[in-house]
């Protein structure tokens, strides 16, 4: 039986996540950070999104999407189905990189939307991989804090996202159990 079609909707903001095959890593050393952050900067350019927020991880990562053409899908599929080809090949393996399609929830709401920054975030000093956020040379927010975020990232818009109903800049530092609610856990 086939799986059920995405939400792909024009103009909606997607909390995108994927996981490694049984839990390993996606990302061996930083040439593969590399290459995944090059394709998804094309992948951005090719389909017209709008990448407002990505954390690569070692075995998944983070990406904060807005899709003005409702082509989320289509763009996971080349985006992933690339990274693994080049990556398999490069490390000489075979098969899935991924555990099953990414998984992508819909931001629906503004709390939502400043939870699931903050989360992206938080998420390598969380896993005790650094001591702040912006220490983390693979996300966006220390990309950015470093004055390094790729042409690609578009800052502009999440910050004015967060400032049309924050005032603020940045998004608040939400709890554990604040942000497990406003991403829908």
């Known amino acids: 039986m086939p799986r059920p079609p995405r939400e792909d ?9 994927a ?8 990302f061996l050393d930083d040439t593969d950070r ?10 951005t350019a090719d389909c017209a999104w709008r990448c ?19 082509n989320l899908a289509a763009g996971m599929q080349v985006l992933h189905g690339r990274y693994a080809q080049r990556t398999n090949r490069r490390h000489g393996r075979t098969g899935h990189v991924f555990q099953g399609r990414y998984g992508a929830v819909r931001v629906r709401t503004d709390p939502q ?19 702040r956020p912006d220490e983390w040379p693979w996300s966006s927010h220390g990309a950015a804090a470093r004055g390094r975020a790729p042409g690609w990232l578009d800052r502009g818009r999440l910050s004015a996202y967060l400032a049309a109903v924050t005032g603020r800049r940045r998004p608040p530092a ?12």
Request: aromatic share 10%.
């Open 9 to 17: 909707f024009e103009g909606a903001i997607h909390h995108v996540y």
């Open 34 to 43: 590399w290459i995944y952050l090059g394709l998804l900067g094309r992948v």
């Open 174 to 185: 939400p709890t554990s159990r604040a942000a497990s609610a406003a991403l829908g856990g």
């Open 52 to 70: 407002l927020s990505y954390c690569l991880m070692r075995n998944h990562l983070h990406l904060l999407i807005e899709t003005p053409r409702g």
């Open 113 to 131: 939307l400043w939870a699931t920054a903050a989360y992206i975030a938080r998420n390598p000093a969380d896993a005790g991989l650094c001591a």
């Open 19 to 26: 996981r490694g095959n049984d839990r390993r890593d996606v």
